[in-house]
């Protein structure tokens, strides 16, 4: 999170509450932030099991996705963003989704779709074209890529390749690696609190070279099927 100071405290709060009863930990990185978002996480930290992070200067939201996964513990992984709008108590229903659909595979993701948008009629229609672009030459059977809202098994993401506004792609990246994607309505919520960190033409601009990075991706690899020949089953 970059200057989220005011969302912290809440945020926090609605985690706690939505996984009360579960065995967790709370991850927060903070991206370079100049306000008091670092203040705010220490006050939290002595409140809820948490763990703060912070990046010397501002490196990005994928940046601050890798720099969580890769400090966490535990084996699964909840995402999601801090300005509030992702609902926590929506973590345990794609958590159990998740669990369910690892019986077929382990590299499970499971990605939140934000039925009802709470935002700007401007971003909604941005984000409903970028969809519909991504989804076509990508086939990341995803339809709300963007959601911040996302479940998945700490070891498969630690094998994604990793560049920088990555965190939008994760799906196309999963099934370039073999696992799959599954989409689970989540709620969505306008923001009440602070102002968000970015614009709409400026993610437009780096998003087209973003996709044609992960195309590129898609393209230059071949996935294995591995036969096991010659060697006997291990007890």
Known sequence: MRNEGPNVLP???EIARALAGTRYEIVCVNDGSDDDTGERLAEAATRFPLRALRHRRAC???????TGVAAARAPWIATLDGDG??????IPALWARARAEAAQGPDILVAGHRVKRQDSGIKKLSSRIANAVRARLLGDATPDTGCGLKVFPRALFLQLPRFDHMHRYLPALVLRHGGRVVSEPVNHRPRVRGKSNYGTLDRLAVSIADMLGVIWLQRRW?????????LEEQS
């Open 85 to 90: 709008q992702n609902d926590p108590a929506d």
């Open 11 to 13: 945020l926090v709060e």
């Open 60 to 66: 990005g939201q994928s940046a601050g996705v890798v």
């Open 222 to 230: 071949k996935r294995p099927q591995v036969e096991t020949i010659g």
